[in-house]
């Protein structure tokens, strides 16, 4: 049964709130669960932290290395190149955010428009 | 006397709206909004699942099922292994906001509103709000951004056509870069920035590997290597 497999308003917006909102918020509410039991000082915490960091820079490297839209017309190594400029410019501008995003989006904009 | 000031908490934390990281995700959103419109998604339909999912990699994951004919269960079970990271990241944040008295139903309640912005915003900022009130801050920064961008997603969707092909690539390309750079700014630890290297090269490997739990294996196996070389490290560091 797909998103348009019934012609009807309400099939959308079950569609909706089973394939997408129930199923990202079951995590979150198992999540608080989990919490529940974890001691703020514990190595668990340290732990945790540490698996939800590698789950989103994994998010973050998909995304750039497999886009969806129109990112995804231009090439890998153009995505890939711009990511560490913009981390490189964060870290000679001591961390400021800002540059960095700013730095790594004109430098992808550039080489698009170059290459 | 301190519902006062819970309140007075949750607008300093809505103020978090002007922030660079609420202003990043906002283009971020413009970029969905114009991929929703692009797939033939109606106008309704994509504010639904911004206010309802939040997260952006599983909006864009349904918005993909929904366009590819994909069932209901397989699209339950892609989303579902897209959020798997919110165990995580949720049991990570809470432990930071709560106190004794905070009862579990607003934690279940607010948890929905937790995605990488406002975990990183609460991350990096929560030390500086004292303890009894950080859920009210908590609550101020996280459903703000919920509405704001549910509201910015249907604006832009009657514009998005107007943007060219170039634009819209660094719109989506915002989304990564500011993950990136706001995560590592955060990161109070050594294990952290150990798991974000390995998180990135394990991701688009299991991508290829183990395309269907990429991001579970990588979070899971990045993530205890990370906090096992951080352990080592520590245990040499007080040995010498």
Request: proline fraction near 2%.
């Given at each position: 049964m797909s998103f348009d497999a019934i012609d009807a308003a309400w099939w959308s917006i079950l569609f909706i709130l089973i394939g997408g909102w129930l199923a990202t918020d079951i995590w979150r509410w198992l999540g608080v669960l989990l919490g529940n039991r974890i001691n703020e000082e514990s190595q668990a915490l340290v732990l945790v932290r540490a698996i939800a960091t590698a789950l989103v820079a994994g998010v973050i490297a998909k995304l750039v290395v497999f886009p969806s839209g129109s990112l995804a017309e231009t090439h890998w190594a153009l995505r890939v190149g711009a990511l560490a400029f913009g981390f490189l410019a964060f870290q000679l501008a001591k961390q400021n955010v800002m540059v960095g995003v700013v730095s790594g989006a004109l430098a992808l904009f550039a080489a698009i428009a170059v290459f | 006397m301190t519902e006062r000031a819970d309140i007075d908490w949750?607008?300093?934390?809505?103020?978090?709206?002007?922030?660079?990281?609420?202003?990043?995700?906002?283009?971020?959103?413009?970029?969905?909004?114009?991929?929703?419109r692009e797939s033939g998604i109606e106008i309704g339909?994509?504010?639904?699942?911004?206010?309802?999912?939040w997260a952006l990699p599983s909006k864009i994951i349904l918005v993909g099922a929904a366009?590819?004919?994909?069932?209901?269960?397989?699209t339950f079970l892609a989303v579902s292994l897209a959020?798997?990271?919110?165990?995580?990241?949720?049991?990570?944040?809470?432990?930071?906001?709560?106190?004794?008295?905070?009862?579990?139903t607003t934690m279940l309640f607010l948890s929905h509103f937790?995605?990488?912005t406002s975990y990183v915003i609460a991350m990096e900022k929560v030390r500086d709000v004292p303890r009894e009130h950080r859920i009210a801050?908590?609550?101020?920064?996280?459903i703000t951004l919920t509405l704001a961008n549910t509201v910015l997603v249907g604006v832009v969707y009657q514009f998005s056509t107007a943007f060219p092909p170039i634009v819209m690539a660094v719109l989506f390309f915002l989304t990564p870069m500011y993950f990136l750079t706001?995560?590592?700014?955060?990161a109070r630890d050594d294990v952290v920035k150990f798991a974000m290297v390995f998180g990135?090269?394990?991701?688009p490997i299991f991508h290829v590997v183990l395309p269907d739990i990429d991001l579970i294996a990588s979070g899971l196996i990045g993530g205890v290597l990370a906090w096992a070389v951080g352990y080592l490290a520590q245990k040499r560091k007080s040995v010498a």
């Open positions: - | 949750f607008f300093k934390g809505a103020k978090n709206l002007w922030s660079p990281a609420a202003l990043i995700l906002m283009s971020a959103f413009v970029g969905f909004s114009a991929l929703a339909h994509a504010m639904l699942i911004t206010i309802s999912i366009l590819s004919g994909t069932g209901l269960a397989a959020s798997v990271r919110f165990i995580m990241m949720v049991s990570a944040l809470f432990p930071e906001l709560r106190t004794k008295e905070t009862r579990t937790v995605a990488v801050w908590f609550a101020g920064t996280a706001s995560l590592w700014a955060s990135l090269i394990l991701g």
